[in-house]
């Protein structure tokens, strides 16, 4: 592994343990404010990526990548730092939630363009799955200590931790040598009319990546309601605690690192096609098992391969969008592909909010699990008729 693509994946996954740490945290605070408010903290934190994408690309498209992801981490520093002295209120905590997605929203597809760079043309599948297993390493490390370290230090110091991970992502990034200028590799930028939509209709415009996404974007709906009721699940009914949630979130997060490592082989589309579909059907079974049979094993057993399917996942929609994406659209490609997973995440945790209330965790997440797999199966069948010709069309065009 190359020494610039190490740095940003070693940021990363320092900077998401602080992250899932501070995530933990605000689970188990609101909880006693309800469902509701958990579900207005997850939202918070994923809104700017999901609205924000056609400015967070265009900036990406702008601007130095290097120092756009710096700036991005420093304004995540200072709000999690706001955070951890405001913890009794939960409209602070909403605001400075959503501060800290307003960094993720550059940060994420800034990262995007830089890990395949770092790992050089012929690995661009690997640099996303390096990437995507600093993540999930980050999230193992951060969920299973979290509920240690929440009832150990308490949650102002998890937050703090938080706020000195962002830091130190920040400072690595000084030691980064490969960097995407486009001011610099394409000449004067065009202020083309309409130029921050050019990646959403870019998406649109290709039939495989609106039936892939698509299908992916409506599993994540499903699967995202467990944002809000998984922690109702192991509390209420599991009878866990704190220690338990950390756990459980770090079976998910080591599938997931299982998965984009088994995704990072993967180099041609035909393969990235075939593992969304596939890892849709994954996802929804993972969430009907626990639902149906509750019980502490099978939670973990059935988070493992849901975190393997949403690790091979995560490389597979990034490596199919890089493929059929011009290199100048890059940014806006990414934020693109991100602000519609993150618009399933958002729909899918307010949903979450209102059925954890109105029927309860169990049904929530197998109703949720029954439609995920659904899905799944019907994109699988719409890809395998559309996917020769399109990917040779792809082929001749490239």
């Not at 188990?28 to 408010?37: I, R, T």
């Not at 920040?170 to 000449?187: F, I, K, N, S, T």
């Amino acid at each position: 592994m190359r020494r610039d693509l190490g740095l940003i994946v070693t940021g990363v996954g320092i900077s998401m343990f602080g992250a899932s740490l501070t995530r933990l945290v605000l689970l188990v605070q609101l909880k006693d404010d309800g469902a509701l408010a958990v579900s207005a903290a997850m939202i918070a934190w994923i809104l700017p990526a999901a609205l924000g994408a056609p400015i967070a690309g265009l900036l990406v498209d702008r601007l130095p990548n290097r120092r756009l992801m710096q700036a991005a981490q420093l304004l995540q520093a200072l709000s999690s730092l706001g955070m951890a002295f405001a913890l009794d209120s939960v409209i602070a905590i909403l605001v400075l939630t959503l501060l800290v997605g307003c960094g993720s929203a550059i940060s994420d597809p800034t990262a995007a363009t830089l890990a395949p760079r770092a790992a050089g043309e012929g690995d661009v599948a690997k640099g996303f799955a390096w990437l995507a297993s600093a993540r999930s390493a980050g999230l193992v490390l951060g969920t299973g200590t979290g509920g240690l370290l929440l009832e150990l230090v308490g949650a102002r110091q998890a937050i703090l931790l938080n706020t000195a991970a962002f830091l130190i992502q920040a400072l690595l990034l000084l030691l980064l040598r490969v960097d995407r200028d486009p001011r610099v590799e394409h000449g004067s930028v065009r202020r083309e009319k309409g130029a921050a939509m050019a990646g959403i209709r870019h998406l649109k415009g290709d039939r495989i990546i609106v039936i892939s996404i698509g299908g992916l974007a409506v599993v994540a709906t499903c699967v995202t309601l467990i944002n809000v009721a998984d922690v109702f699940l192991i509390l209420d009914v599991l009878h866990g605690g704190p220690v338990l949630v950390g756990w459980i979130y770090a079976t998910w997060m080591v599938g997931q690192v299982l998965g984009a490592r088994t995704a990072g082989r993967f180099v041609t589309q035909r393969a990235m096609i075939r593992t969304l579909s596939w890892a849709g059907v994954t996802l929804g079974l993972a969430i009907f098992m626990p639902a149906v049979f509750a019980y502490t094993a099978v939670m973990l057993i059935a988070f493992l391969f849901g975190g393997f399917a949403n690790g091979m996942q995560m490389v597979a929609r990034q490596a199919l969008v890089r493929m059929r994406t011009p290199e100048h659209l890059h940014g806006r490609a990414f934020a693109a592909n991100d602000s519609v997973i993150r618009l399933a995440g958002v729909l899918g945790t307010l949903i979450g909010g209102f059925a954890v209330t109105g029927v309860g965790p169990q049904w929530a997440m197998g109703t949720a699990g029954v439609a995920a797999a659904l899905v799944g199966v019907a994109t699988l069948l719409a890809t395998r008729e559309r996917e020769p010709a399109r990917v040779a069309e792809a082929t001749r065009a490239g």
